[in-house]
Structure formats: C-alpha cells, structure tokens
C-alpha cells in the first residue's frame, strides 16, 4: 500500500484565529450590553456602521493588494477592530467619521504595513487618534449617562443619540444631556482652579466607585477580560501590567495631594481602562511579544495613561498610550528574549 | 516520589494507549523473507558486509558502518542473502536494503557465544565492544549506537544512568507493555550498563500514567535498592525528551550544543537496556524489538515483538490488518512520527510504533489553513526549549540567519509543541527543520566558496610566480646575453 507522506506533528488541537477573535467578540457583549443601558444606544450604531466599513474596506484592500479575500475576511480580525472603535469612541459620534476612522484604522493601520499580523500599530487605535486630532469637538461630545440626574431618561439619550448620529443639530435644550466625560471635566475643572473636593461634591462625575456611568461599563469590561483570560486567550501580563502602571502612581499622587490627583479607585472605573488594560493592549500583533516584554509594554500603556490623564489635554489617554508603546515593542522584544533552555543568561 | 515538571512547559496530551499497553505482547512469525534497510533510522547507510548468494545465519553480521555513529546490523533469521537493493528514489522506498530468503531453520551463528555472558568478568571498556558487536542502539526511535553513546559518557566521566521510561508521546506504548512484561530484563540492563560506564547510579524514569509498570519495576529493582532507583516524572509531552527528561529527574539542564554526558548523565531507553540484558543472558546480538502497531487504521491495536527486516504490512498483519482508510502509515508517533511511503518496508531498529493514522487521528491536521502569525504566543507558552517560536518563524521567513540562531533555531528539539496549539495553523516545527536546512546549506555553501577562493588565490599566486619566473629567466637571460655580446655589440660601439 501507499500512503501519504507529510511532515509531523500529525496531530494539532485545531485551535484558529477565527475562533480567538469571535470570543473576543464574545467577550466584549457585556460590554456593549451595558453601554447601551448607560449610554443609549448609539453604540450598536456605530458597530453596525463600524463594521461593514471594516468588512468593506478589508475587502478592497486585499483586492488591491491581490490576496485572496475569504480566508481574511472571514477570520474575524477586522471586525474585532471595527467593534474595539466602535466601543471607545462616543456614541453620539456623526457615522461619518466613524466611517472615516474605521477606514483610517483598517486601510492605514492595517493594510498599508501588509495585513494581519503585519502591523505595528493597534489598528483600531491609529482609527481612534485620527478622528480624536481631528474631530476634538464630536470627540468629546458624550451622553450624560443614564440615572446621572432626572432630567433625562432612556428615551432622550435614544432620541439624542439618532440626532447625533444622523449628524443634524443638536437641540439646545438637549444641552443638558451631553457634555465632557467625568475624567475631561475633573481635569478641565482643576485647571479652572476648582479644588477636587468641590469638584467630587457635585456629584455628577464620580459615582459609586469611578466615574458616574462609566464605573458599570468598565466593571462588564473587566468580566469579559476575566473571561478571556479563563479561556486562556488573554495572559495576565498586559492587563495586570496596564493597571499596575496607572494605579500605582495613581495611588501614590492621590495619597501625597489628594486635592490635585484623583484616586486609584477613580481612574480604574473610569474612561476606558478596562476596555483598555484587556482588550485594547492585549492586541498580540501589535504588543510586545515575550511575558517579560509583556510587562514593560503594559505598565508603559498604564503610565501613560496616568500621565495623559493627569497632565494632557485629552479626555483619555489609552489611544496615544498604546500607539506611543507600539513604537516601542521592537525595542522591548529585542531586550526581554526569555533565556533558551541550556543556554547561559546573556 | 514525584519528580517536579522542570523544563519550561509541554503539553497534556490524550494518550490513547492505556488499554493496549496491558495485553501481552505478542510475538510475530518470521516471514519468508526479510528486508534489512541499510539505514536502520540513525541517517547512517551501513556498508553491506555480505553478498548475494551468501548464506546467513542469526546473528550474522550483514552490514557494517563506516563510521562510529551507525550500529552493526545482524540478520534475524537464517537464510540467504538473495538481493541488495539501490536506493529507488522515484518509489521512496526506505532506502537501498539487503533481501534474505528465510530457510525457517532459525540456526544461529556458529560464531556466536553460546549462553549468558559473564558480563561482571569484562572490564568495562571490553564490555562497550561487545556492545557495539552486538549491535545495540538506541530503541527509542533514534537508533544511535548505544556503545559510541557509552564511550563518550565514559571519556567524559558520566557516572549517573539515567532510564527514560517515559514514553510520553501518544499511542506509543511498546516500553509501557515491555516494563511491565519484563522488568527483570530492564534491571538486568541497567546493571549491564552501569558496569559498561562504571556507574555510581541508576534512575528509571517512568510517567506517572504508568502505575502498573512502575510497580513492575520498582519490584524487580528491589534487590538493588541501593543503586537502581524509579523516579516518577508527571505525564507531559516532551517529558521522555532526552534534555528535557535529565532536568525532570536531576534538575540541571544540558547546555545547548552539549549532551547530558556534559552535566554527568548517561540517557538510555528502557528498551535498550533490555536488549542489552537480552544480549547477556543469551549472546545473541540485537535482532528484534517490541513494537506498538496502533491507530485507528488497525482492526486490533496491539505490541508485538518482531524480527529487524520484517515487512511492516506482516506487522500491520498481526494487529487484525488495515481498517477503514489508512491515510498515514506513521514510524512513531503522531507529534514527531516519519510518515512512511509503504508498508514494504523492513522494521528497522529505529521504528518503535506504527501508527497507522485514519481520518479520524487526522481530522484537525487535514483541516488545517495556514494563516499569518498573529504573535499569540501560544507557542512560547508551551515550547519545552524556551523558545520564542513566533520569533524564530519570522526571522526564518525573512531569510535572517542571525536572527534564526539567535532565537534558537538549533536549540529546537522538533517536538511540534509549537504546531499543536498555533491558532494561525502554522507548520512551525516544518518551518524549523527547511530554516535549519537552509543555515546547512548556506555553511555549506560558504565553505565551498571558501575552497574555491583558496583555490582560485593559490593559481593567482602560482600565476604570478610563473610569469614573474619566467621574466626573472628572461632577464637572466638577457642579461647573459647581453654580457657575451656586449664587446661585439655594434650599437655599444658607436
């Protein structure tokens, strides 16, 4: 008899990249749930439109760039991209720009370096950067969340949110209802020389543990992180790292002028931490790519983070953060090569 | 006592052996004619030491190799040498291979010692060419002569054997099956080879899904509690590794480009230091081996005990024959098996299981698209050597030989730890071997430019040196010349 003669190992456990982006995806329902609650639902908006930019980009590239397009397209990786975008920028966003940046993301951020696993950069954060440069105004334009105050219920934030989206103008009664997020309006009160006791009374911006709002969607975030890191899809090196690098001086700033620095407690529930620490940075293509340069790579998002927070003039740091340490991940994995086994530490 | 898991990580396998692994073993028939691959699975080809026509018996030398790093081969049955064949390279045969015709007269070679061996009477060194006349080598799937192993241990003073009972890779259960039928055979091996290195000790390991040949082993070596010891080391893929198994049992590593023999250890299968006792007790040289013939592909999965040159199809035979689609006839196992073009083939000492692969063991494999690499990192999770293999992937696919090394190209052990849980389905461990051919063949390459520089230098020199030779002969000459003429010489005149 004949048989067929191809190289071991015979035997894989048919794990795929498919399968690792639709549990990301999975993972980032709880998420989506809960914004929608506490921001209305402008989000599953900007999904939709984020993603069937992502798909259709995707697929123009790959015919410009000759490569096959089903097997890309259908392994899931642009649409985690479109719905990361999505979930971090305002769901009061005009669609056309999250048109536009979900195409900067894909065809700048990813196709333009060569394609999946080609490119240096968090793709859906190069989407993110260039919308926030360019557009601060709609940017920074969110939602007060639901049960803030009475003066607004579900039904406004949907209203509002079509209004938006739609791109027409905003009712000025509506005013009320839209406004800085808690970390932009704490900084933009500090400099306005309000002590930060005056500004935690109002109440409106730090809720029961972070941010008012926020505090619930960063909690979902963190329950699906925890899940992919129970599905053993995210490590504990990013996460843990990311939120080490932005607690710590957090807490240390906090407990040396808790009058000018907000509280670890604050900044992790607050923004995009969650979202950030792990589903943001823990980007495999893009990170640092040994657990040790795991390690450096996240704790420099989180002292970014911190830093930008802190002393910057954004509403949150995490797209230059992880963008900046990006730029720094050739560098990390040419220092952190775990020692080979039998082989002296270089 | 359970040996810590001390190399970097591996994998929990399904190991599919359990119920095989406790059915006797069962002894094949000789067929009525043997093929002897001139290759027994070292990559060594032996040189025939018979012709055809030649009468043989068991035990008869047959082939030879040129070198220290091949075993002597002896035939397994007696007969007459009635073909050696070429190498078909259209048919990937297994390579060129001495055909016996059996006489079925089973007579053993007049040449040959009869009865046991006073091992304890031979010193040590002695002991080690008895060893290598007899033909042992490695049965765990190397089939590296176990003397050139032994004499190298003893030049650099290794004084520690160590017994890989380990077993760890899926299907394969001929060591587990043998542990247990012969475990006096085991011991009586080590003692063997103890003598051979003049060692101080001796450790059995053994995974701890084998219970049944642990108590096997532990009984039979209670008479030489002192110096045989089992040790359990946990059920993990690569554990029977050699590096891997030495710092599983005695927490150092083997450096890289080293062998255990550098840190005082001696690694030797189960199943060789069986056959080494096998030799002793009976002086008959290594002529058969025990063999798992498995998979989905065989009505009755079994261990059989056969001759070398048996066809493995008189194997498969044994085992209730082919089942379903056979897809791969495998030599090993299924995470660093050779899949074999056919089945015609002789059993050499290197084949320790035929897995005889389906569909079904297959499935996942068959399936698999390769896509780009996404640095998951799956693979450094579990690479026994430390590795970053997504590192060493992408410096071999952009052709960077320096990046390839020092990512540790070399310190592969092509285990397909990396293969198993790629979720981008990437060939790694392949990738692996094609970059290390490629730095070969790049060595090779750069040496030849090397000669022919050398060599194109040297007639450059030897060139010049003709032609200035023959100038400076010119010169002389004219020199001369012009010396006796000069007085006669009209134009000096004027």
Redesign the interface.
């Known amino acids: 008899?004949?048989?067929?003669?191809?190289?071991?190992?015979?035997?894989?456990?048919?794990?795929?990249?498919p399968?690792?982006m639709f549990q990301v995806l999975l993972a980032l329902v709880p998420v989506a749930v809960v914004q929608v609650v506490v921001l209305g639902p402008g989000l599953l908006l900007q999904v939709a439109v984020a993603s069937v930019t992502a798909l259709v980009c995707e697929a123009l590239a790959l015919r410009w760039r000759q490569r096959p397009s089903l097997?890309?397209l259908r392994?899931g990786?642009v649409l985690v991209t479109a719905v990361l975008l999505a979930s971090s920028v305002t769901p009061l966003l005009p669609w056309w720009l999250t048109v536009l940046g979900t195409a900067f993301a894909v065809l700048l951020g990813k196709h333009a370096f060569g394609?999946?696993?080609?490119n240096p950069f968090n793709p859906a954060m190069v989407g993110y950067a260039i919308l926030l440069v360019s557009f601060p105004a709609e940017m920074t334009r969110w939602p007060v969340p639901f049960g803030v105050d009475d003066s607004h219920g579900w039904g406004e934030l949907a209203r509002l949110t079509l209004t938006s989206f739609y791109g027409g103008a905003v009712d000025p009664a509506w005013d009320g209802y839209t406004g800085a997020t808690a970390l932009d309006s704490i900084r933009n009160g500090l400099e306005q020389r309000y002590t930060m006791a005056e500004l935690l009374a109002r109440g409106e911006v730090v809720g029961t543990l972070g941010a008012r709002g926020f505090e619930w969607i960063n909690f979902a975030a963190l329950a699906g992180g925890l899940y992919l890191m129970a599905r053993g899809?995210v490590?504990w090196q990013i996460p843990a790292a990311v939120l080490a690098g932005l607690l710590l001086p957090a807490l240390v700033a906090h407990a040396l002028d808790p009058g000018a620095y907000l509280g670890p407690l604050t900044h992790a529930f607050a923004g995009a931490t969650m979202l950030g620490a792990f589903f943001i940075a823990t980007d495999?293509?893009s990170?640092a790519?040994?657990?040790r340069g795991r390690l450096w790579y996240g704790a420099g998002i989180g002292l970014l983070v911190w830093v930008i927070r802190t002393w910057g003039g954004y509403p949150d740091g995490f797209a230059f953060a992880v963008l900046l340490m990006n730029v720094a991940v050739p560098l990390l994995?040419r220092y952190t090569?775990?020692?080979?086994?039998?082989?002296a530490r270089d | 006592m359970t040996t810590r898991n001390e190399?970097?990580s591996g994998l929990v396998l399904d190991a599919h052996k359990q119920p095989v692994a406790a059915e006797p073993i069962l002894d094949v028939a000789p067929p009525a004619r043997l093929r002897f691959a001139l290759d027994q699975g070292s990559g060594v080809v032996l040189e025939p030491a018979v012709a055809v026509g030649d009468v043989v018996a068991i035990g008869s030398v047959i082939a030879r190799p040129s070198d220290d790093f091949g075993a002597v081969l002896h035939a397994s049955a007696s007969g007459r040498v009635i073909a050696i064949e070429s190498h078909d390279a259209t048919n990937?045969d297994g390579g060129p291979c001495i055909v016996v015709e059996n006489d079925g007269r089973d007579t053993p070679d007049p040449a040959l010692p009869r009865g046991p061996i006073d091992y304890t009477a031979l010193d040590p060194a002695t002991l080690v060419d008895r060893l290598r006349e007899a033909g042992i080598a490695g049965l765990g799937g190397a089939g590296f002569p176990t003397a050139t192993k032994l004499a190298t241990a003893r030049a650099r003073s290794a004084r520690r054997l160590l017994l890989n009972g380990a077993e760890c890779e899926?299907w394969i259960c001929c060591d587990d099956a043998l542990m247990r039928a012969e475990a006096d055979d085991v011991v009586l091996g080590g003692r063997v080879l103890m003598r051979a290195l003049e060692a101080e000790s001796c450790v059995i390991a053994i995974e701890d899904d084998k219970p049944a040949a642990i108590d096997a082993l532990r009984a039979a070596a209670q008479s030489a509690a002192d110096t045989i010891t089992v040790e359990i080391v946990p059920a993990v893929y690569p554990q029977g590794a050699e590096?891997q198994l030495v710092?599983a049992v005695f927490g150092v590593?083997?450096?890289?480009?080293?062998l255990p023999a550098d840190v005082g250890v001696t690694c030797q299968n189960v199943a060789t230091a069986a056959a080494v006792a096998r030799w002793a007790r009976s002086g008959v040289p290594l002529v058969t081996r025990v063999v798992t013939v498995t998979g989905s592909g065989v009505s009755r999965p079994l261990n059989v005990r056969a001759r070398f040159g048996t066809p493995l199809?008189t194997l498969v035979e044994a085992a209730g024959g082919?089942r379903g689609e056979?897809?791969?006839?495998?030599a090993?196992g299924?995470?660093?098996?050779?899949?074999?073009?056919?089945?015609e083939v002789g059993l050499t000492k290197s084949i320790n299981t035929l897995?005889v692969?389906t569909h079904q063991?297959?499935?996942?494999?068959l399936?698999?698209?390769e896509?780009?690499?996404?640095?998951?990192?799956?693979c450094?999770?579990v690479c026994?050597?430390?590795?970053?293999p997504?590192?060493i992937h992408r410096t071999a696919l952009a052709r960077d030989a320096d990046g390839a090394v020092?990512?540790?190209v070399w310190?592969c052990i092509d285990c397909?730890c990396c293969?198993?849980?790629?979720?981008?389905?990437i060939?790694l461990?392949?990738r692996f071997?094609e970059a290390r051919e490629w730095l070969r063949e790049r060595d090779r390459a750069a040496a030849r430019a090397a000669v022919a520089r050398t060599r194109h230098e040297r007639r450059e020199r030897r060139l010049q040196e003709a032609v200035a030779a023959e100038q400076r002969a010119f010169d002389v000459a004219r020199q001369q010349a012009r010396g006796e003429s000069a007085p006669t010489d009209p134009g000096t005149a004027t």
Not at chain 2, 334 to 343: K, Q, S, V, W
């Open positions: 008899m004949r048989f067929d003669t191809s190289p071991a190992p015979h035997v894989i456990a048919g794990y795929s990249v399968r690792v097997p890309t392994d990786s394609g999946l696993g080609q899809i490590r495999p293509v990170a790519t040994s657990d994995d090569v775990p020692r080979i086994y039998g082989r | 190399f970097p990937d899926p590096r710092t590593e083997v450096p890289a480009r080293g199809a082919y056979p897809l791969r006839l495998i090993g299924n995470m660093t098996g050779r899949a074999l073009a056919t089945d897995f692969a063991d297959l499935a996942a494999r399936a698999a698209v896509v780009a690499c996404i640095r998951c990192g799956n450094a999770d026994p050597a430390g590795l970053l997504q590192e020092r990512f540790g310190d397909g293969d198993y849980v790629c979720p981008s389905q060939p461990a392949l071997r």
